[in-house]
T-cell receptor
């Protein structure tokens, strides 16, 4: 069964304290892995798509990496405005549906 | 503004009411989706429309009825809901319903409370 697990469920960081969020997945064949950011009261906002193991994408303080079993979202020197819930989703080969994780709620303390 | 607009933002309805959620996109996308987001649960896909034709219906109860009159508009008609249907309902769009290279564009959602 295709599924996505994100950890930790919640993470509190001091401003400037770098860390990583994890997304592990099991799919029969990966078409793409997606990272989204969701602020309270808003819909998810697309961040990155990763397609194959070894691929990396960067945007400001965020860097996403992908292996055959998991993806990491690295946050370097986070700022309070990085506080949000980060969602991971995968799309399997041969299917249109996305499988979402439950997200990691990140709080960055000034 | 994300390009996908949902109304209303908040809705409180009784179990015997009938209401509708509206979604509008002017991104030129051909696929539109309804998702349900409940606390501590993954987003649940409810319906997929591609070029105004329903292509997926994930065993959603009949008290939820989607409508896609054109490629820019999507509705979710609600009737005889249960308290467990309280959730954030998200609309999303994408250029097509197959491989979604750039991910979805989501609206801000409708926070539904069933009393």
């Amino acid at each position: 069964e295709d599924q996505v697990t994100q950890s930790p469920e919640a993470l509190r960081l001091q401003e400037g304290e770098s860390s990583s969020l994890n997304c592990s997945y099991t799919v029969s064949g990966l078409r793409g892995l997606f990272w989204y950011r969701q602020d309270p009261g808003k819909g998810p906002e697309f961040l990155f798509t990763l397609y194959s193991a070894g691929e990396e994408k960067e945007k400001e303080r965020l860097k996403a990496t992908l292996t055959k079993k998991e993806s990491f979202l690295h946050i370097t020197a986070p700022k309070p405005e990085d506080s949000a819930t980060y969602l991971c989703a995968v799309q399997a080969v041969g299917g249109n549906q996305f499988y979402f994780g439950t997200g990691t709620s990140l709080t960055v303390i000034p | 503004e994300t390009g996908v607009t949902q109304t209303p933002r908040h809705l409180v309805m009784g179990m015997t009411n009938k209401k509708s959620l509206k979604c509008e996109q002017h991104l030129g996308h051909n696929a539109m989706y309804w998702y349900k987001q409940s606390a501590k649960k993954p987003l649940e896909l409810m319906f997929v429309y591609s070029l105004e034709e329903r292509v997926e219906n994930n065993s959603v109860p009949s008290r939820f009825s989607p409508e896609c009159p054109n490629s820019s508009h999507l509705f979710l008609h609600l009737h005889t809901l249960q308290p467990e249907d309280s959730a954030l309902y998200l609309c999303a769009s994408s250029p097509n319903s197959g491989t979604v290279w750039g991910g979805y564009t989501f609206g801000s959602g409708t926070r539904l409370t069933v009393v």
